[in-house]
């Protein structure tokens, strides 16, 4: 996913998605798990959990 992808996922600007993996912005928590449930980054990481529990 390019940068520019991953602002407009959460209504971003290209140079405010730069600015938060650069460090110089820090990028609200919230928004974050919007990113997260949007892209099913979410969904990913738990079915990925629940697999290594039922091993």
């Keep these: ?3 520019r992808e991953a602002g ?3 209504h971003a600007s290209l ?3 730069q600015q938060w993996e650069a460090g110089d912005r820090k990028m ?3 928004l ?3 990113f997260k449930l949007k892209t099913g980054r979410e ?3 738990q ?3 629940d ?3 039922q091993e």
Aim: proline share 4%; charged share 35%.
């Design 32 to 34: 974050f798990e919007l």
């Design 28 to 30: 609200h928590p919230g």
């Design 47 to 49: 079915q990925a959990s």
């Design 8 to 10: 407009d996922v959460v």
């Design 15 to 17: 140079r405010t998605w």
């Design 43 to 45: 969904k990913r990481k």
């Design 51 to 53: 697999r290594n529990d």
């Design 1 to 3: 996913m390019t940068q």
